[in-house]
């Protein structure tokens, strides 16, 4: 049978159909309203490990999400499969609902979030003294269960993209007063807040639900990630991206996608691990793509999810892997993907990496297995 979210069961979960015309405040307290959100709240501290800035959060209620995913928890005592919560309607309230060929694609609340909205209001900074605060969603692909990236139409999959742009245009430039002005990170954009946007598959690396979804986590927190990329650039004077256009050597392209390009790092630390850069690197954010560079990310995020589905069998492994999305001065813009080819052992831990395969054999076989 096939296994969805209805329009009926989601008609009864939609807080608002569109966000566009909301403001971020009373977006901000449908988080603060949402029935049970409370109880799942992250404690309200950060600690920051002053060796290499990594921020650290603590949730414990994080340990007690659902999990659906296959091997382990997804299979009741006759080996049948678990019930969906998303095709259930056992889920937060939707914030924001768009009509695909197939179904729809919607964005609601996290009922784990890594952030949750301040009680006492002001915007400071994040960071040794700061108290961590935000709001963190989650885009579900598509109502159709089994949909995701590499199995819907390209439009559909603008769709989806375009929403999450929509949204992180939104947080970032219109939360001025509820968040602390980030422009001083963001080459001096009129922003505020920081935007990470991450997608999991896969339960070896924290992908708790099958049903395809993508997380937003809109903080007054700067990520490890995005403040290394900005001392990339304050000690380099150009983003990360641009290096990597220019350093990468021909025979590490996996393909050239018009306006982005696919390619394994020089520094690959795990097997098969790749990043797509957006040859503009003036652009910053999703919001700042126009539909051709838009339309260039949706086919390479398809081609590169359906790549992995291929090979990981091939080198006897479960399809697993995290997406993450680099944003911000320092990042230019990249989307890095990072299958789970390959444990993290002690040395890993030291920051030797030994990667049981070479950068340009990796590139050929993706190269050769790609769509
Ligand atoms: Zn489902």
Redesign the pocket.
């Known amino acids: 049978m096939k296994?969805e979210l209805s329009e009926k069961m989601a008609a009864e979960l939609i807080q608002y159909s569109c966000f566009d015309s909301l403001s971020v405040e009373k977006i901000i307290s449908s988080f603060s309203d949402e029935q049970n959100l409370s109880k799942f709240a992250p404690d309200p501290v950060l600690r920051i490990d002053p060796r290499d800035k990594s921020i650290v959060l603590f949730n414990s209620a994080r340990a007690k999400r659902p999990h659906d995913i296959a091997s382990i928890q997804n299979t009741d005592a006759k080996g049948e499969n678990k019930p969906?919560p998303?095709?259930e309607g056992d889920t937060t309230r939707i914030l924001d609902i768009a009509d695909l060929s197939q179904g729809f694609t919607f964005i609601n609340k996290n009922l784990f979030p890594i952030f949750y909205p301040s009680f006492d209001g002001g915007a400071e900074e994040g960071g040794k003294s700061g108290k961590p605060y935000g709001i963190h969603f989650l885009q579900w692909t598509s109502s159709v269960?089994d949909h995701d990236w590499h199995n819907m139409d390209i439009k559909d999959l603008m769709i989806v993209i375009t929403r999450l742009a929509k949204l992180e245009q939104k947080l970032l430039f219109h939360s001025s007063g509820l968040m602390p002005d980030s422009g001083h990170w963001n080459n001096q954009k009129k922003t505020s807040g920081f935007i990470s946007i991450i997608k999991n598959y896969g339960r070896q690396v924290g992908g708790s639900l099958q049903?395809g979804h993508q997380q937003i986590a809109f903080s007054n927190t700067i990520s490890g990630q995005q403040y290394n990329n900005w001392k990339y650039l304050q000690e380099n004077h150009q983003c990360f991206s641009k290096r990597l256009l220019e350093k990468t050597p021909e025979n590490l392209i996996i393909k050239d996608y018009k306006s982005s390009i696919l390619l394994v790092p020089y520094f690959m630390k795990r097997p098969y691990n790749c990043i797509l850069a957006v040859k503009d690197t003036s652009r910053q954010f999703i919001s700042e793509l126009n539909d051709g560079e838009l339309l260039s990310i949706c086919q390479a995020l398809s081609d590169v999810m359906n790549l992995f589905f291929d090979i990981m069998p091939k080198i006897g492994k479960e399809p697993a892997f995290n997406i993450l999305v680099h944003n911000g001065p320092g990042a230019g813009l990249y989307i890095e993907f990072l299958p789970y080819t390959q444990e993290t052992g002690g040395y890993e831990q030291l920051g030797l990496w030994v990667c049981q395969a070479d950068p340009a054999s990796a590139a050929e076989f993706m190269r050769s297995n790609i769509s």
């Open positions: 296994r969906c998303i095709c269960h049903h």
